[in-house]
């Protein structure tokens, strides 16, 4: 940290610099360990997928195979129109999370500042976050249709209520994680508080603010796909009831491993972009 004209400036170590030789062994081994992580879970996945069919010996005419759903996603003559559908579902439900995604984090972050600088609205934020929070979003939808209609801002309002208090909760502890010696020099040079929130704070808060990302990526798909089914018609949400309400398992199966593997890809890409931001700010060892 420097001080420039009685005002303050951070600089966290290793910014505006490029990645040391180490730093970037360091992040190649976290990305690869990332990569070999999603590989495995996968894996995991597919190995209890095949293995709870056959445990509870589900019928063949509702549980599908792996071999099965690549099939029906590859080895049928309709499987390219298939794949054109759902990619074209997929865009929706990936645009309807993405509007969900950025009102959820965006609110989180401008509460979470808000409550870390006047600690007095603390009280008044946080338990009606955790309200929101565990209500059943079943329960809210007809009353947020009824206040907000059936478009966009319904879609954005019940993906944001999915993301907002977790992420609320870890960017507060992070924006706290200012040590009372940072506190101090930033004050010493002539800061307010304000100034240690931004200067300080927010640097400080990089780790608790990409784990609030990981845990928005899921959660913003989760609140659209519960937004399409309930309100919009769209999507691979509302996809999914009208397959399954036509008996079309084969068709059930492939949208949601569409859209779970979509979520683990977005997972990953939310850990490679956390690790590359912190390696390059010298945190590192923050995204192992």
Known sequence: MVARGGGVTAVLPGAGQAPAPG?????????LRQVGTAVLVLAVVVLLWTVLLRVFDVSPYVGKTPAE????????????????EIGALLGQTLLDAGVGFGAGLLSAVVLAAVVVRYRLLEGAVMPVALVLQTVPLIALAPILILAVGRGYVLVA??????????ALVNIVLGLRSVTPQMRDLVLVYGGSPSTVLRRVGFPSALPALFASVRIAVPGALTGALLAEWLATGKGIGYAVVSAAGRSQNARVWALVVVVTVTALVLYLLAQLVE??????????????
Request: hydrophobic share 55%; glycine share 6%.
């Open 23 to 31: 730093r970037a062994g360091s992040l190649l081994r976290a990305v």
């Open 69 to 84: 759903v690549w099939t029906t996603l590859f080895g049928e003559d309709d499987s390219a129109e298939l794949r054109a």
């Open 157 to 166: 309002t019940m993906s944001a209520i999915v993301v907002l208090f977790p």
């Open 275 to 288: 690790a590359a931001v912190l390696s390059r700010f010298g945190r590192a060892e923050a995204a192992r």
